[in-house]
């Protein structure tokens, strides 16, 4: 088989696993509203159940119901028969995920869980026996897979994740459920780092770059060069007038001769980007690369200066 032979066969799989999603999103009805609800006002947690490839796939969506603010876990509908349906309570609500909609085990686990009184949801084809029996179904149904044989489950289980997805982003939206939220239930890594960290845990506090309003141009360069790129002109109150950066000074070096002879007041930046106290870190890095800029002022609520934040230090924090 030769390199373009593959390059294609890999091709067809994604481009048939993306037609099958646009399929599944073509047949997403008003069945998609009726489970969210049925979730979102739910007093108890979602039981997530599938067999095989479709139980890979549920152990992923009760993953990401949990940590999007929907406690879920994954019940192994032959598991479930051998003491683990001690875990279902009247309250929940049910998952369950099957490509045919005709899987003995997880029929038999649907007729268990109606026993408890728990509603439930099929991820599966609409006219199959498990859809029958739920209360709601959200239609997965497939031309074929993307196996050559169409056999291996392929673009089945890409459009049952994507039903997983959707369902716990609509219910984030449901609950919710906010930034804040989401950096509670992940506080490690870097990702953790990224929602959780201030940018007043970065800033630099003491000995700030600043200059009162009769500052000269010798004393701005001289502030630049030993505080870490910025001049930042104060009034009595600690209210930013302006700052001059070590790219505005380069700039003006291309166009002025006696840098010295200049008056400060005449080029400072008098509207900069700021930083706010509270503020998200990863907020002023995307703001810093936006607009390319290197060092911000941070200011509080009455925007007085309390802080000035590099972008290196951003960066030895890993929050980029």
């Known amino acids: 088989m030769t390199p373009e032979t593959i390059l294609e066969r890999g091709r067809r799989v994604i481009r048939l696993e993306q037609d099958a999603l646009e399929e599944a999103g073509t047949r997403l009805d008003s069945a998609f509203a009726d489970a969210v609800r049925l979730i979102g006002e739910a007093r108890g947690r979602v039981i997530v159940a599938g067999v095989g490839k ?5 152990r992923k969506i009760a993953a990401t119901l949990t940590s999007t603010g929907t406690p879920a876990t994954f019940l192994h509908p032959a598991d479930s028969v051998h003491g683990d349906l ?11 995920i099957s490509k045919s ?8 686990l649907l007729a268990h869980l109606k026993a408890f009184g728990v509603r439930s949801i099929a991820i599966s084809d609409r006219s199959s026996t498990l859809a029958r029996n739920s209360d709601v179904t959200l239609d997965a149904w497939v031309r074929e897979e993307a196996c050559t044989h169409d056999l291996a489950p392929t673009t089945s289980t890409t459009v049952a994740l994507a039903l997983g997805d959707a369902l716990a ?7 919710g459920f906010k930034r804040e939220d989401f950096a509670r239930l992940h506080p490690g890594g870097a990702l953790g780092r990224k929602l959780i960290m201030r940018v007043e845990d970065v800033m630099l506090r003491d000995d700030l770059p600043v200059m009162a309003g009769a500052a000269t141009m010798r004393d ?28 505005d ?16 007041s005449t080029v400072l930046t008098t509207s900069p980007k700021v930083a706010r106290v509270g503020e998200l870190a990863s907020a002023v890095v995307y703001r810093m690369e936006q607009f390319g800029i290197m060092v911000m002022p941070v200011l509080d609520d009455a925007a007085r200066l309390r ?11 890993r929050v980029v």
């Open 54 to 58: 479709s139980g890979l796939i549920g």
């Open 86 to 96: 001690g875990i279902v309570g009247a309250d929940d609500i049910a998952v369950l």
């Open 101 to 108: 909609g005709e899987s003995d085990e997880l029929l038999g």
């Open 169 to 175: 982003v609509a219910l984030l939206e449901f609950k």
């Open 220 to 247: 701005a360069i001289m502030i630049i060069a030993e505080r870490r790129g910025i001049a930042i002109m104060v009034d009595d109150d600690h209210q930013v007038r302006g700052i001059l950066t070590a790219g």
């Open 249 to 264: 000074l380069s700039r003006l070096m291309e166009r002025e001769g006696d840098l010295l002879s200049i008056a400060v």
């Open 307 to 317: 802080g000035v934040v590099h972008l290196h230090d951003l960066m030895r924090a």
